[in-house]
């Protein structure tokens, strides 16, 4: 079974999504960042199911696309995953925007 974690940077890049759309709809907000987070599952039953981050082109870092999101992840083993990041597909991907 894969173990997988949730980087301090993914997670207040959730808060910052959720925060951003609470303004416009709660409910939205809220079932946004629950399928996020759901997306979790997935890499549990299915770690290599992302694609290769292109900008990095590292078998190891890959990611999920979710609607305008792309979720970042690092690939350790076969059974550890970090969720390194959650980000907004409409911005440039940089070495700093994922690794802080």
């Known amino acids: ?25 709660p409910k939205f907000s809220e079932l946004l960042t629950d399928q996020i987070f ?3 599952d ?4 299915f770690p290599k199911i992302g694609r290769i981050v292109p ?10 696309i979710f609607k305008n999101y792309r979720i970042i992840y690092l690939l350790f083993e076969e059974n550890s995953v970090n969720i390194i990041a959650v980000h907004n597909s409409s911005k440039p991907l940089s070495e700093d925007s994922i690794f802080g």
Do not use: D
């Open 42 to 45: 997935l890499l549990v039953s």
């Open 55 to 64: 900008e990095l082109n590292n078998e190891n870092i890959r990611e999920i």
């Open 1 to 25: 079974m894969v173990k997988v974690k949730w980087s301090k940077e993914a997670i207040e890049n959730i808060f910052e999504i959720r925060e951003y759309y609470m303004k416009v709809s």
């Open 38 to 40: 759901e997306k979790e």
